[in-house]
């Protein structure tokens, strides 16, 4: 995460959006920070779902960028409900991408204002647009 010292005598500079990118894989939560830190977010990165409400208690993140399937404690789907269940997060944007069928994965997400299904391989420019509709940021 950057940090941002404000100079004495200066407006200091917006705080950027945080997200949190939830993905077992590495190579992907690396693709993830690099392209949303390009484009100006903070990025907090977990390899599993387990890990989302210890971030959430230390980060105010704009959205989550969600995986499905996940080993361990937990998939992507249990922490969506995980998510909407909890008064504090029921309204958090998060954008689900997953690399299972199309057909199987509406299956288990609601496409909607706070929720979007994206699939694997990501075509950033989406990813980046979603995120501007949920958040309104960058």
Excluded: C
Aim: net charge neutral; aromatic share 6%; charged share 30%.
């Amino acid at each position: 995460m950057t940090e941002h010292t404000p100079i004495p005598g200066r407006t200091p500079l917006p705080q950027r959006p945080s997200i949190i990118v939830v993905d077992d894989d590495p190579e992907m939560r690396e693709m993830a920070r690099v392209r949303l830190e390009r484009i100006g977010y903070d990025v907090w990165e977990a390899p599993e779902v387990s890990m989302v409400l210890t971030l959430l208690e230390k980060v105010r993140a704009a959205a989550i960028l969600l995986d499905i399937q996940m080993p361990g404690f937990g998939t992507g789907i249990d922490g969506l409900r995980f998510l909407r269940g909890d008064p504090r997060w029921r309204q958090l944007p998060v954008i689900v991408l997953t690399g299972i069928a199309p057909e199987k994965a509406r299956g288990f997400v609601k496409d909607d204002f706070i929720t979007r299904l994206l699939f694997k391989p990501p075509d950033w420019d989406v990813v980046a647009n979603a995120l501007k509709e949920m958040t309104g940021r960058p």
